[in-house]
């Protein structure tokens, strides 16, 4: 850019004229990103969906005919008894009783819990044994967010702003969407930026009526001629006070942070505004159906974030550890899975079809599986020794399957990936190397994935 | 021997790359200030001299106003009132600013306000910081401990061992035991049955922040391997852990006098006296289900932990103990006592002995005041294990630094705290000294204030670093006296403007030789306590137990959760609490901007301050002048006040859009 954008609207004389505002916005689109990538990318964004309380990999997935079998005994002797997060002991296995079919020409096999994501298969690469640490819901979704599961690392989301910047800076980088009103488990932590600067933290984002963003707006007793007048006498005040201690920067970046916040104004709402959608595409998404509105409108909102530069949408289905199924698995995840399927299946054909879907990554998982043991007779307890997550698009090869867990889908057995190596392979699609990518905390250059974690080539069908 | 080969192998690793030990393990330098005529602030003659050898020099001292407002901000966090400012300002100028500065010193505020320096430190939050993130209600008195350890200047060793040790000190001393809830400001839920892992990390985490904060070193990295850059071993590491091994847990305690607690148990001995047969009643009653609410409890857990929680107490070692403790909270916290599945009948029962009971409630005594603590096990230690390496470590020093003081095994961390706070240690007095100059210059001597290993930076300004901290060693380790000798020079006094500044700025592109003073902004506590005292809002109660964010109290007391981090004072880079943080991020981001033109709180005390000053019958000019003053600290220009009064005079909201847009601007938000 050639011209400074502070000096036009100061010459413009308009302040936070909407003239000017055009202008900027006109020119910010003009202007090309050149992130900081260690090697080709693969993908510019992400978008995670996170099954919030461990949706059962045993269900959904990870057909295991044994299970069936041996339903109703107690696990074999064979298989090291984990400690599990309610510690019911001697548990009798207990059967999924699901329809299974194989799908597309890749002949993937999905449960009759999720016949639309079905369609799907093709694209998809699922990840057979993935494994974590964390054997409750703090800690798991604690490290699926940040790789520990113990508190104050930064949020992938929060790495992957820091690495590669900002596309659009009148919206925030990193993106929280929340399926209803709760709060996820450990609360706005999971997209907090740890120990790096606020400016990369996630920003939880409402669809829907109110404000998309907090104090997006002036408050309505203050019409927008008196705000305004304010605005116009704050940076009166503000560019004589900066003139007067002229090389300070801190100075001009704040003066900059309100010309900032007036665009994100001017441009949040039209992100989040649905009104341009047709009919035909939020039916595509489920919008039109009770059961499936809520995640199909964030689902859709992500569409319309990535489109527009967010480097990394994170939806939370089952906000507040609604997958969490102890007891009634079968009631739980077939109300979870309906309100999630469609949609889920909508975002993937609608970034196809718009050619979004080979720069962008869509990752789906929770933040563990659930055991083929039982629990209170008609649940399942916590799994973090083996469960699924599946990939898509952004340079993933779609149709296959990585790695297994055991005939019982206890504890993941073959091409094991841990959240560091997930992490890392994340990163690895957005052209980022997890070793090479550092942040200098109190002498100690921190990685992404804490030294650990690597790519998993298969994902790219090497 | 194999220590012994190890320990030339380090020397000699170390003295290849460096010629000598590391900077920050060698002894402090005795040094005197360079004379410098005219010249009588130490500070001041290191820095100067410095300057000087380079051809620069000072940058003018500020303007009163400016340099009140500054050291009012430094001192107790706030900006000083009209009235503040006019006393000192009409002041007999021989000695004001000396007078003015004791009297900050001896202001409560000032406690406050340094306290949260030491917070940041030692991560400290008001909740557990896990998913149920739940008020811990009684770490409060953790937190007044150290307000009144900077009011009273305790001196710095004895703040050291009370936190370290305050247990092992004098057990019954209420303030001591205060300040060992040091050893319980880590996060922790109960809800976790891998309780081995779970104390493992909270191990481990002690050891990282007690390195951190009293040592300036990083250990983390060693828990793993040995540390790539400092002489640090993986043992290193596990000694240090070793100190803090046999912890427990105290819920049990009270920090209530003996006095108070001698009454306590007489009024309580009367009314359990008087209530014998209904409480046996109630047990009676309550057993099966006690009974069964146990069972479930502990059958959760995996069967080691269920054989130290079946075990004696007086057959445990220190870590069976813990593993029965954690046991137990998940007992208490899921509501272990009033049950929930009671047969009716009982139920109708037990309502009704509880009301019998209750007819003697004037008997009962008011509960004492519960602290969160931890002491030692009094029984047998269960030793410190590095993992992989299956090999058990004693309690020890950090083997690169001096120190062969014996561990009484029955006071390690005593002896720890006697370690960390000796004259000799040369890196306690340089890191502690060097967090105090931090906060008065905006960066440390050495800016990376805990990190004083090989991967932080060295210090600007070595000889002054250890000037100062043989000084404050001198002066009975009095951390106010060290504000006095910062605050009396020069060098702290500069104008944020040089004459020469384009040309030094060329030459010293960091400002590491201190040619200037630093444009700051104000802290997140800053931001908002300020607000509230324009607004007249704020109250100045010193002290108690949390409180909501709409209190008009100062930050220090809003009540801090671990996993909400999207407050307003979060905004402004308030820490999380999860990590010791020695200096805070600065950032400047639209979501500022939203929060303080947009949100609710700034809007609100702009409404309260603008209605103070309409009640005021003077003209709109004189009360214009008055807003900007306390606002900006300095008096305004006619044009300002020019362009001030017609904006106020359009209509009746103008007088809190104008009270909104002082408080958006950045000259109430820095200082100069």
Redesign the interface.
Known sequence: MTFNRRDFLQTSGAGFGSVALQWMLHQESQGSQHPLVHHAAKAKQVIFLFMEGGPSHLDLLDRKPLLDKLAGQPLPSSFKEP???????GAALLAAPRTWKRHGQSGLWASEWMPHIATCMDDIAVLKSCWTNG?????G?CQMNTCIN???RPSLGSWVDYGLGSANENLPSFVVLCDNKGRP?????NW?S??????H?G??IRGGEGEP???????TE?PED??R???A??Q???R???AA?P??S??E??????E??FR??AEAPEAVDLAGESEATKALYGMDHRDTEAFGRNCLLARRLVERGVRFVQLYSGTGSKWDSHAGIEKNHARLCRSMDKPVAGLLKDLKRRGLLEETLVVWGGEFGRTPMSEKGDGRDHNPTGFSMWMAGGGVKGGQSIGATDELGLYAVKDRMHVHDIHASILWLLGLDNMALTY?H???PERPTINEGAFNAKLIGA | MRRVIHFILLCLLVSQADGESWWAFQPLKQVSPPELPGLKNPVDQFVLSRLREQGMTFAPKVTPETRLRRLFVTLVGMPPTLAEADAFLTDNPVGAWERQINALLEDPRYGEHWATMWLDLVRYSDSD???Q?AYRPHIWRYRDYVVNAFNDDKPYPEFVREQLAGDELDGDNPEHLEAAGYLRLG?Y?Y????VRSLWS?VLN?ITDTTG?VFLGM?V??ARCHDHK?DDITQKDYFKLRAFFEPIIWRDDLTASTAFEKERYAEQMGKWKAATKSIHDEIAVLLKPYHDRKWKSTV????LDIQACFHKPVSERDSLEHKMAYLVARQFEEEGGGPLKSMKKEDEVAYEALKKSLAAYDDLKPKPLSPVMTATAFDGPHSPTVIPGVEEAVSPGFLSAMPGDASIDSQKKRLALAEWIANPNNPLTTRVLVNRIWQQHFGEGLVS?A??F????QRASHPELLDWLACEFVRNEWSIKHLHRIMLRSWTWQQS??HPQ?KDY?KRDPDEKMLWRGR?R?LSAEGVRDSMLMLSGELLAEVGGPGVNEDVPRRALYVKR??????TFL??F?MT?G??S??QR???????????M????YA?GRAKVWSKRLQDDDRSTAMLARDAMRSAWGREPTGD?IG?AVP?LE?SQ?SWT??C??LL????F??V?
Not at chain 1, 83 to 89: L, V
Not at chain 2, 664 to 667: A, G, L, P, V
Request: aromatic residues 8%; negative net charge.
């Open positions: 400690i599990t997060a309610m510690g019911e002991k054997i409750n819901h703090a800690g979704v113990f508190a104050g488990v450990n609360g706005s932590r907090g740890g120990f790096m600067p606020a400016t933290q920003v939880r963003i907090a104090d997006l707006h002036p408050p203050c008196r705000q007048a304010k605005l006498l704050l009166k005040f503000n004589e006070h900066a201690f090389q300070k801190e100075l970046a704040r003066i900059r942070s309100y900032l916040a994100m104004q200098d109190k002498g100690r | 910081g896990w998913n993130d996060i839920e809800n976790q049955r891998d990390d985490e951190d990083s983390g990295c850059f059958d959760k857990f995996p990376t805990s990190d290993g090989r991967k932080g944020t403007l500044m700025q444009v902004r959760f671990r996993n909400d981090n999207d979060h905004a880079d999380p999860l990590k943080t020695a991020n600065e950032t400047t981001t639209p979501t500022q901007a939203l929060t033109i947009n949100g609710d809007l300002e362009q904006f359009k909201d859009d104008f909104h847009v958006n601007s950045n000259e938000l820095f100069h």
